[in-house]
């Protein structure tokens, strides 16, 4: 069975909004931040989150697409999430939108993106995101990845 991209980001959306839109009642902790690396389906990445309040983050992330012989480029995605909270599970499930650019044609768009962080102790995060660039050409990028956090 064949999916785009499209459809795939539209069920991650809708899963992400139907899992996590109960859980969004559940008291906040203090706002994470953190900065780390991780891994894509495209290469290496550059992830971090700076809480804006309780409920927003700005989440610059950085890919290189390194697998591809020949086919070198970063992309940069700069944008802001809505954070639904953390649920009973530790989870702390995201949803947002906002600009990106890549250096392959120098493209400028949109991307979308939804993950969640799970908060392994006092010092470590670990991130899982998919995003969507909305360049000339789609750019899917899947990304897991482990962060320091660090206080406000």
Do not use: W
């Not at 360049?135 to 962060?147: C, P, Q, S, W, Y």
């Amino acid at each position: 069975m064949k999916f785009s991209i499209a459809s795939l980001i539209s069920i991650g959306f809708a899963c992400t909004v139907a899992v996590t839109a109960p859980m969004s009642v559940f008291a906040q902790e203090k706002p994470l931040n953190y900065f780390g690396v991780g891994a894509s389906n495209r290469g290496a990445a550059l992830e971090s989150k700076l809480s804006i309040n309780a409920r927003f983050s700005g989440r610059p992330k950085a890919t290189g697409k390194l697998f591809e012989e020949g086919d070198r480029h970063a992309t940069i995605y700069v944008p802001v999430t809505y954070d639904f909270g953390q649920t009973p599970g530790g989870l702390r499930p995201f949803i947002g939108g906002g600009a990106g650019v890549t250096t392959e044609n120098t493209q400028f768009g949109g991307v979308l993106t939804t993950g969640v962080d799970y908060r392994i102790n006092k010092r470590l995060t670990a991130v899982g995101s998919v995003n969507l660039g909305l360049f000339e050409e789609r750019d899917f990028t899947a990304v897991l990845g482990i962060a320091t956090n660090f206080n406000q």
